[in-house]
């Protein structure tokens, strides 16, 4: 069978999965596929889909469930993702989570789900001063992840935007909208014996060692 190493990241918005799953993707040699991603640059774009998802988007709702499923099947044609793929945003409910069991299966499945604790309150802080290049979608923060030069992205001097879902009455939808739907994954892959919880609370590059130590230790064996 040909064997693919899929890493689902799960914890709240605002979290640390982006910031993870980037600096994860070199390391590991697997793409970071992120759905919120997806949908902003066909935002961006305008096309049909980044067109339904905007108002999905804009109040803090999940996109439908069949729309998303399909555009992550796609991606994981794509011949960078023949290793498996960091997931980052999805899945986001047990109908996503069943069918990427699905998807995955002929690979070996889910290989392992590391969840990032953080508390409500730090969550509304990094959210709320989360800052994203327009040009390559790297994450900044204002206060606890500056870049080089205020509002100008150190990678490729592009310029860094709020974007709209991070304003505060979307982010308060966002959470409850995480712990309706979305926290039951963490039974779900508890059961499987594929949860690892880690403490999100610390800078970015503990949370990264840690989160390596675990992850390159299963991609090992995987
Ligand atoms: P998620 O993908 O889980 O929504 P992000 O990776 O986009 O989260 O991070 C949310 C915000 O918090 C960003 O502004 C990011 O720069 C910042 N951030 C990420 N990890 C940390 C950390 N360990 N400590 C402080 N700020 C962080
Ligand atoms: P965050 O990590 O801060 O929650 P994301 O970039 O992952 O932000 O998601 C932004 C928005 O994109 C979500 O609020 C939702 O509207 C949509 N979205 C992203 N991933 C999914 C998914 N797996 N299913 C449905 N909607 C999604």
Redesign the pocket.
Known sequence: MNRRTFFVLLGV??AG??TQAKLLEDRLGIPQI????I?RYNLKNETELGIL?KS??DK????PDEV?IRMVEDRLTQPDAKGGAILD????NLV?AQAFDKITEPYGGVSLVPLIHISDEEAMRR?TGRRVCRSCGAVYHVEFNKPKVADVCDLDGGELYQRN?DKPDTVRN?LYVYYKQTSPLIGYYFAKELLVELDGNRPIDQVQDELMGLLGERDAVA
């Open positions: 918005p605002g999965k982006g992120s759905t919120g991603d949908f998802a999905y988007m803090g709702e999940l996109v998303t945003g999805f899945p986001r996503q959210i879902d966002r």
